[in-house]
């Protein structure tokens, strides 16, 4: 998810901080603000390891240029973990979608958040369109499941 969604020699690492407000009349026991922070380790390397993959292409052929094409559509699937390193303990995985919009190096993000730890159990979900070219963006997040129950908030991204 870095700034191609093509080819890459990089390992993108993605910091995380979900920030989740209380929500009134919610079964999340969740009373007040939550703040959790979490590595998404994203692999753009084509291969057996690979955790992002550009899956349409506006032009219809597959894009190797440095610079996405407006309608590009690339799909991820990485996991979490409570570090940097990848042997960093697995907290659990975020999927989702990125479209290429008109500006160079903006998207348009959807994703969800699982969590399957001894403390947080459940999903949470987010979209929003962000700068690819900045090294920090925020999207909102608009619903959860299990300990994010109605959840709504922001998802802080800071690419390391």
């Given at each position: 998810?870095?700034?191609?969604?093509?080819?890459?020699?990089?390992?993108?690492?993605?910091?995380?901080?979900?920030?989740?407000?209380?929500?009134?009349g919610?079964?999340?026991?969740?009373?007040?603000?939550?703040?959790?922070?979490?590595?998404?380790?994203?692999?753009?390397?084509p291969?057996?390891?690979?955790?992002?993959?550009?899956?349409?292409?506006?032009?219809?052929?597959?894009?190797?240029?440095?610079?996405?094409?407006?309608?590009?559509?690339?799909?991820?699937?990485?996991?979490?973990?409570?570090?940097?390193?990848?042997?960093?303990?697995?907290?659990?995985?975020?999927?989702?979608?990125?479209?290429?919009?008109?500006?160079?190096?903006?998207?348009?993000?959807?994703?969800?958040?699982?969590?399957?730890?001894?403390?947080?159990?459940?999903?949470?979900?987010?979209q929003?369109?962000?700068?690819?070219?900045?090294?920090?963006?925020?999207?909102?997040?608009?619903?959860?499941?299990?300990?994010?129950?109605?959840?709504?908030?922001?998802?802080?991204?800071?690419?390391?």
């Amino acid at each position: 998810m870095g700034k191609s969604m093509t080819s890459s020699s990089l390992v993108f690492l993605l910091l995380s901080a979900f920030v989740l407000s209380s929500v009134p009349g919610t079964v999340s026991a969740w009373r007040q603000p939550l703040t959790i922070k979490y590595y998404v380790h994203d692999n753009v390397i084509p291969g057996p390891n690979a955790t992002s993959v550009q899956v349409a292409s506006a032009s219809g052929n597959d894009t190797t240029g440095p610079v996405p094409l407006f309608g590009d559509v690339a799909v991820f699937a990485s996991p979490m973990r409570t570090g940097k390193s990848p042997s960093s303990k697995l907290i659990g995985s975020k999927g989702g979608q990125l479209v290429s919009l008109k500006v160079p190096f903006h998207f348009w993000l959807t994703f969800t958040a699982e969590f399957n730890t001894l403390q947080y159990k459940g999903t949470y979900s987010g979209q929003g369109q962000f700068d690819g070219n900045s090294p920090t963006h925020e999207v909102a997040v608009v619903g959860g499941t299990g300990d994010f129950r109605g959840a709504k908030s922001l998802n802080f991204f800071l690419y390391l």
